[in-house]
T-cell receptor
Framework: EAGVTQSPTHLIKTRGQQATLRCSPISGHTSVYWYQQALGLGLQFLLWYDEGEERNRGNFPPRFSGRQFPNYSSELNVNALELEDSALYLC????WGQGNNEQFFGPGTRLTVL | AQKVTQAQTEISVVEKEDVTLDCVYETRDTTYYLFWYKQPPSGELVFLIRRNSFDEQNEISGRYSWNFQKSTSSFNFTITASQVVDSAVYFCALSENRSGRRALTFGSGTRLQVQP
């Protein structure tokens, strides 16, 4: 069974540009989560999508947004990139309805903002 | 608000030593879930274990064992006879059962270096 996949592996952008990151969940999983792992800041929750809707949002500005498609894959968009957006962005998926919320992570997209 | 504290930033041991990684959590919920993840240098988080708040049984899986104590809000992780391949950053995480609060709150991680 294929795990969570993310693309691209690396992304280099300049300040002010927009970045789009993609995630495909494990087959059968309906929930997709996005986390940011910036140097010195640890792993921080960004967004949670389930059944095409945004269910919860972390403490990030509105220029971080995303969506979930009918096939449950997801996209994270970061507008007006700032230098501090440079980080590893991790996507995770889980089965909805499970209170135990076991999340499985993808390999991440490393975003570098110059 | 929920919080996870991993006070040990970095631990260095010699191969075959036992090592315990500490995790202390805070939550107002009576139902919650605790997790440990391993992040090797490749960056991908690898799920290790999940524990429910109503199940305080300790668990052993090979060289790994976990000690969950609600009385002290701790969920510690022990690696017995450590190996070089155990070198990684280990994260403890917490999620609550309430709808809309399913995201994981991570601790800051403990970097484990196992020297040959």
């Amino acid at each position: 069974e294929a795990g969570v996949t993310q693309s691209p592996t690396h992304l280099i952008k300049t300040r002010g540009q927009q970045a789009t990151l993609r995630c495909s969940p494990i087959s059968g999983h309906t929930s997709v989560y996005w986390y940011q792992q910036a140097l010195g800041l640890g792993l921080q929750f960004l967004l949670w999508y389930d059944e095409g809707e945004e269910r919860n949002r972390g403490n990030f500005p509105p220029r971080f947004s995303g969506r979930q498609f009918p096939n449950y894959s997801s996209e994270l968009n970061v507008n007006a990139l700032e230098l501090e957006d440079s980080a590893l962005y991790l996507c995770a998926s889980s089965l909805w309805g499970q209170g135990n919320n076991e999340q499985f992570f993808g390999p991440g997209t490393r975003l570098t903002v110059l | 608000a929920q919080k996870v504290t991993q006070a040990q930033t970095e631990i260095s041991v010699v191969e075959k030593e036992d090592v315990t990684l500490d995790c202390v959590y805070e939550t107002r919920d009576t139902t919650y879930y605790l997790f440990w993840y391993k992040q090797p240098p490749s960056g991908e988080l690898v799920f290790l274990i999940r524990r429910n708040s109503f199940d305080e049984q300790n668990e052993i899986s090979g060289r790994y064992s976990w000690n969950f104590q609600k009385s002290t809000s701790s969920f510690n992780f022990t690696i017995t006879a450590s190996q070089v391949v155990d070198s990684a950053v280990y994260f403890c995480a917490l999620s609550e059962n309430r709808s809309g609060r399913r995201a994981l709150t991570f601790g800051s991680g403990t970097r484990l270096q196992v020297q040959p």
